[in-house]
């Protein structure tokens, strides 16, 4: 029988499960508080949740989602093969998302707790804070990943963040990007014609003091000649020319060069991470090509 302990209101209660391997007495706990103010009704109410509470531990039905947060289960998810499967920078990037927009609202919350509008008033202050819904989109994403977690170690017994209602993409923004402009032939040949030519800078005279105990002195207008770097005028004629995303640019190797054949091999991107530069797998599979 379940072991009741009553402490300012709340009960304490108790439920032994059995023995570990090694002979140590293993219990299951968990805290109620009534609703009734009458002592029958409450002691009653008391009595009723402690059975169920005992059937559910005796049954294997008792979830750990009843005892830990969001926040104890997202320091779990971060070990979980679900986090390991992802990129690096994706992965900090969903670290980063859970630690600023779900962390703040329902990080002490037991997870169990959690329900669709706890998400969803996450999801209408971002809103109402003018992000897109692309973006709310991304950020359920991320929080998802944690209730996926959860939800296949048996912490909880529904995933309550599939069913959240989530804002719908702003045809607005679909329309700005359909009228985006790009350059045509001849504006992409006199941008990279552009590049390979010398520019001038006209400075202005001015005053200039030598240091803190020093005279000023005048300096005399001048003009001076430059050009932009080499390595600026290869990346954006690979960009152009050879359609390259710009991680697969800066991941670029002269062993993926074959000068013979006059072909350059895609087989990598860079990414940027906290930790600094990665070299990580194409987008895709598809994206591995050689042009």
Not at 13 to 38: H, L, M, N, Q, W
Not at 65 to 88: I, R, Y
Not at 103 to 125: A, F
Not at 192 to 200: F, R
Request: aromatic fraction near 10%.
């Amino acid at each position: 029988m379940a072991q009741i302990r009553e402490r300012n209101g709340r009960y304490r209660i108790t439920v032994y499960v059995g023995r570990d391997s090694t002979g140590k007495r293993i219990f299951e706990d968990c805290t109620f508080v009534p609703t009734s103010t009458a002592p029958k009704k409450i002691e009653k109410e008391v009595r009723q949740f402690a059975d169920e509470f005992e059937k559910r531990v005796k049954e294997g039905k008792y979830l750990s989602g009843e005892k830990l947060t969001f926040s104890d289960v997202f320091k779990l998810w971060e070990e979980s093969p679900e986090a390991e499967a992802l990129t690096k920078n994706v992965f900090e990037g969903y670290k980063s998302i859970i630690n600023n927009h779900a962390i703040p609202d329902i990080g002490n919350m037991k997870i169990s707790k959690i329900k669709v509008v706890h998400l969803e008033n996450i999801y209408k202050k971002l809103k109402q804070e003018g992000r897109a819904p692309a973006t709310i989109r991304r950020i359920h994403t991320a929080i998802n990943s944690v209730f996926r977690y959860a939800f296949r170690t048996d912490i909880i017994s529904e995933n309550i963040s599939d069913r959240v209602k989530l804002p719908k993409p702003d045809t607005t923004l679909r329309k700005e990007k359909e009228d985006l402009h790009y350059f045509t032939l001849d504006q992409a040949k006199t941008f990279l014609k552009a590049l390979s030519e010398e520019y001038t800078i006209d400075i202005k005279g001015h005053d200039r003091k030598l240091n803190s105990n020093g005279t000023d002195y005048s300096v005399s207008g001048y003009t001076t000649n430059h050009q932009y770097p080499f390595q600026y005028q290869v990346y954006f004629n690979l960009a152009i020319i050879g359609g390259f995303r710009r991680g697969e640019l800066i991941a670029l190797t002269w062993n993926d060069i074959d000068f013979k054949e006059k072909t350059i091999s895609i087989t990598k991107s860079a990414a940027k991470t906290k930790g600094g530069q990665i070299i990580k797998e194409t987008k895709t599979k598809a994206s591995n090509r050689t042009i």
